[in-house]
């Protein structure tokens, strides 16, 4: 599983063309668990901001 894709130029240089699809779900799964732990780590901190009131 390649993670970039690489080809050549006209001149023979190699280029990058662009990031692989194999790992989109890597990606998309880490975005929700970041979006689940900051939900809960504010829901948690405007609780105890309520209770130090």
């Known amino acids: ?3 970039l894709r690489y080809k050549s ?13 194999d790992l989109i779900w890597v990606f998309a799964a880490a975005a929700v668990v ?5 939900a809960l780590y504010t829901h948690r ?5 309520q209770n130090d009131e």
């Not at 001149?11 to 662009?18: D, N, T």
């Open 45 to 49: 901190n405007l609780k105890r901001r």
């Open 34 to 38: 970041f979006i689940v732990f900051h």
């Open 9 to 21: 130029d006209v001149w023979g240089q190699r280029i990058l063309e662009g990031a692989s699809w």
């Open 1 to 3: 599983m390649e993670i």
